[in-house]
């Protein structure tokens, strides 16, 4: 079985401070991790995958993240935050079947 | 290009009606999925068919009933509403490629049900 556990609700973040959302995961086999971003009203769109390649993940909108299995973790990070980032974030895990299980979402607000 | 798209994108019914979900993708893909968004944003699987056949089916009440025409379509029933059904019913679909890595899933708008 997998699940993720997505710490902070709502994270607030200044307009070109580093963005961090956090996910860590669990997994009975070994993961692939993935970051949705939902803006207002609208579906799910994908940030970036891990698929067991490189540990470093980059995505779209400048956004990468690490894999650390020591860590069981998977954060989300980009250097300079811009308005246009405020969205809902879905960190979410699969264990190679068609499942994906989802975290509860992290709420980022950027402060201009 | 629209490449998940649901209809109606809301939906505001009475309790007890029926009611009814279409989604369509265009990306050729052989998986397509529902999930439910609860009011906490809560995302969870709630069906998946590859191929026109039932491959996922979580704990989910019998009055929801998945239907696959084809495998560009996915389309989900609902008997009998009620409250607790008011939620973002949101269409995915994936592509399965045998020994390569895992599919992305692709995601429609959503289709927002309120049950009065």
Known sequence: AQSVTQLGSHVSVSEGALVLLRCNYSSSVPPYLFWYVQYPNQGLQLLLKYTSAATLVKGINGFEAEFKKSETSFHLTKPSAHMSDAAEYFCAVSGGNEKLTFGTGTRLTIIP | ?116
């Open chain 2, 1 to 116: 290009d629209t490449a998940v798209s649901q209809t109606p994108k809301y939906l505001v019914t009475q309790m007890g009606n029926d009611k009814s979900i279409k989604c369509e993708q265009n990306l050729g893909h052989d998986t397509m999925y529902w999930y439910k968004q609860d009011s906490k944003k809560f995302l969870k699987i709630m069906f998946s068919y590859n191929n026109k056949e039932l491959i996922i089916n979580e704990t989910v009440p019998n009055r929801f009933s998945p239907k696959s025409p084809d495998k560009a379509h996915l389309n989900l029933h609902i008997n009998s509403l009620e409250l607790g059904d008011s939620a973002v019913y949101f269409c995915a679909s994936s592509q399965v490629v045998a020994g390569g890595p895992v599919w992305t899933q692709y995601f429609g708008p959503g289709t927002r049900l309120l049950v009065l």
